[in-house]
């Protein structure tokens, strides 16, 4: 497709259990970003990703995430253990200079 | 840090009237702005952008001008319409391939 592709749309996931979150960014953007929307707030930053270097992992807010991209394309989030606090919409975005960042619809999770 | 505050909503409105969400941000250089629409079920897209002070960014009858002196970035549409209705953010990166910094949202709804 022409747009950034996250899947699964949908997660309910157990306390305590792994979790892996796919996103397929527009075809040659060379930046990949990592957001985490909890409800009735606006995106805040997770992780960074220029090609498959990952350039800032400032926003991460446990060693218990942890992301990847290891050809420069999709990239894959994980949170090991998930925690109820780790509900939230996970939002991937693409950019190239000049364009602008391009949302994917997100991954709702939710941890019960 | 970087920072952009945005008025609380949510907004109710008439066809019809005129719209204005305010935005101002706190900045350690010289961001590009950005307006952000999430419209009910989908996924983050770019409204409008300015790149530098006195910029007027314009999209779907919406606009807003970078204004350095007052650090803000208004969001305004003469007549808006039910369609309208959604979320607005308001963001800031440098050069626009950078992570974007966002506003908490203002949720618009306009009744026919």
């Known amino acids: 497709g022409a747009g950034v592709s996250q899947s699964p749309r949908y997660k309910v996931a157990k306390r305590g259990q792994d979790v892996a979150l796919r996103c397929d960014p527009i075809?040659?953007?060379?930046?990949l970003f990592w957001y985490q929307q909890a409800l009735g707030q606006g995106p805040e930053f997770l992780t960074y990703?220029?090609?498959?270097?990952?350039?800032?992992k400032s926003g991460l807010p446990s060693d218990r995430f942890f992301a990847e991209r290891p050809e420069g394309s999709v990239s894959t989030l994980k949170i090991q253990r998930t925690q109820q606090e780790d509900s939230a919409v996970y939002l991937c975005?693409?950019?190239?200079?000049?364009?602008?960042?391009?949302f994917g619809q997100g991954t709702r999770l939710t941890v019960v | 840090g970087d920072s952009v505050t945005q008025m609380e909503g949510p907004v109710t409105l008439s066809e019809e009237a005129f719209l204005t969400i305010n935005c101002t941000y706190t900045a350690t250089g010289y961001p590009s702005l950005f307006w952000y629409v999430q419209y009910p079920g989908e996924g983050l897209q770019l409204l409008l952008k300015?790149?530098?002070?006195?910029d007027k960014g314009s999209n779907k009858g919406f606009e807003a001008t970078y204004r350095k002196e007052t650090t803000s970035f208004h969001l305004e549409k003469g007549s808006v319409q039910v369609s309208d209705s959604a979320v607005y953010f308001c963001?800031?990166?440098?050069?626009?391939?950078?992570?974007?910094?966002f506003g908490k949202g203002t949720r618009l709804s306009v009744i026919a």
């Open positions: 963001a800031l990166s440098y050069s626009g391939n950078t992570p974007l910094v």
């Open positions: 990703f220029q090609n498959e270097a990952q350039l800032d």
């Open positions: 075809s040659g953007h060379v930046s």
């Open positions: 300015a790149t530098k002070a006195d």
């Open positions: 975005a693409s950019s190239t200079i000049g364009a602008g960042a391009f």
